[in-house]
């Protein structure tokens, strides 16, 4: 009997060694992308996604309206103008248009299709992909269907 007591309480020891293990794996994840982070932040003076996206740099709109996408994730243009006329103060739906045709171009923003009667905006996949690298989240997009 002390020898199976013995053998159970040395199996638990090991169940625990290993989430111990799991959970350091994390924290030391988490460490490095915090590390990461304050590498960019260094560099760039900031984490903006003008980070990610270097092409909108210097389109203040088309910065802003990547941002409003990445708060909403999916809008049509009317929203997006509402948004933007309520952070800059005007807009224009024709500019909204105009900007998200480049940004689509670039492949910054993707259409979707909602009906026969609408469409809407949002992020591309690779954009996503690449703030979620940026700031270290480890998110496969298999396992979601946002973006």
């Known amino acids: 009997m002390p020898d199976e007591d013995l053998a159970r309480e040395v199996q638990e020891l090991k169940k625990a060694l290993e989430a111990m293990r799991a959970s350091f794996e994390v924290v030391s994840r988490m460490a490095q992308s915090y590390l990461r982070l304050l590498n960019v932040y260094a560099e760039y003076g900031g984490l903006g996604i003008d980070v990610v996206i270097p092409e909108i740099?210097?389109?203040p709109i088309a910065r802003e309206?990547?941002?409003i996408l990445f708060d909403l994730r999916k809008a049509n243009v009317s929203q997006i103008?509402?948004?933007?006329?309520?952070r800059r103060g005007k807009a224009?739906?024709?500019?909204v248009r105009a900007k998200l045709g480049e940004l689509e171009?670039?492949?910054?923003?993707r259409e979707v299709p909602l009906d026969e009667r609408g469409k809407v905006y949002t992020l591309s996949r690779d954009v996503i992909k690449r703030w979620l690298e940026l700031i270290g989240m480890p998110i496969r997009f298999e396992q979601t269907n946002d973006y």
Request: proline residues 0%.
């Open 57 to 59: 740099k210097h389109d």
């Open 65 to 67: 309206i990547v941002k």
């Open 81 to 86: 103008t509402r948004e933007l006329k309520g």
């Open 92 to 95: 224009s739906r024709n500019t």
């Open 105 to 109: 171009k670039l492949g910054i923003v």
